[in-house]
């Protein structure tokens, strides 16, 4: 089982930061995930919501917002003034960042509420600026925006997210050409585990924090844990 850091590291660190990034690196993750949406003139910027307002000192929506206005936010979030100031990355400054590990990436394409038309080809223009196809994963709970993703790059890894408890998940990713389903970890069991993998897809779940859940995970046969603490799960997966 792979262990992927939600938002990196953000069980100790301000979520969606350089900072965090950093230190699901040092806690020996194999891989990051992240979320992304874009600014109001077209940067792709790496932060959960739709609205600064829960993980910033400012207000307003992430999309009505230049990168420079963005970049003046503090997204510290429950860690303000812990570890000083921390920005709002963008997915280049990510990227220079990963590029020389063999750190795999996850990202979720934030266009469930708004559909930020553009967005999947600016994403694969920096994952080829980068050269960084065999690393990474896509997914999204708008499961159009995974589609029109994979049509502009069949050959990069896919995934459909999903928070509920649907019938038939396994045979509709299936249906659509993904790789795997990236369902919430409560959701899985050994049936839901043996249909996916009859199909050949992998099963990568979040966001799975406790030592109990981690072990329960692992028993399953999960391919990747996604989670807050990285060091946790890495200390149970070995
Ligand atoms: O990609 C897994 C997980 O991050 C999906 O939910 O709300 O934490 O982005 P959320
Ligand atoms: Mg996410």
Do not use: Q
């Not at 570890?83 to 979720?108: A, C, H, Q, S, V």
């Not at 329960?216 to 990747?224: C, Q, S, T, W």
């Amino acid at each position: 089982m792979k262990v992927f850091a939600h938002r990196g590291f953000s069980g100790r660190y301000p979520e969606n930061t350089m900072l965090a990034f950093k230190k699901a690196v040092e806690a020996g993750a194999d891989g990051i995930e992240l979320d992304v949406h874009l600014s109001a003139d077209g940067e792709v910027v790496i932060i959960h919501d739709e609205l600064v307002d829960r993980t910033t000192d400012g207000t307003g929506l992430v999309g009505s917002k230049t990168l420079a206005e963005l970049k003046a936010l503090d997204a510290s979030a429950g860690f303000k003034g812990v570890y000083g100031k921390n920005e709002i990355p963008t997915l280049r400054e990510y990227f220079e960042m990963i590029r020389d590990t063999k750190l795999e990436t996850n990202i979720e394409l934030k266009t469930g509420v708004d559909v930020y038309p553009g967005i999947e080809e600016k994403v694969l223009g920096l994952i080829d600026e980068f050269g960084l196809r065999d690393r990474i994963i896509i997914s999204s709970f708008n499961h159009y925006s995974v589609m029109r993703m994979k049509a502009l790059a069949p050959d990069m890894r896919y995934g459909f997210l999903e928070e509920s408890w649907v019938i038939g998940m396994p045979e509709y990713a299936h249906k659509y050409g993904m790789d795997g389903v990236h369902p919430l970890f409560n959701v899985v069991d050994k049936d839901y585990m043996d249909m996916c993998h009859a199909l050949g897809l992998a099963v990568n779940v979040w966001t799975v924090n406790t030592e109990a859940d981690i072990r329960h995970m692992k028993e399953l046969g999960i391919d990747i844990s996604i989670g807050n603490f990285p060091d946790l799960a890495r200390r149970i997966v070995g």
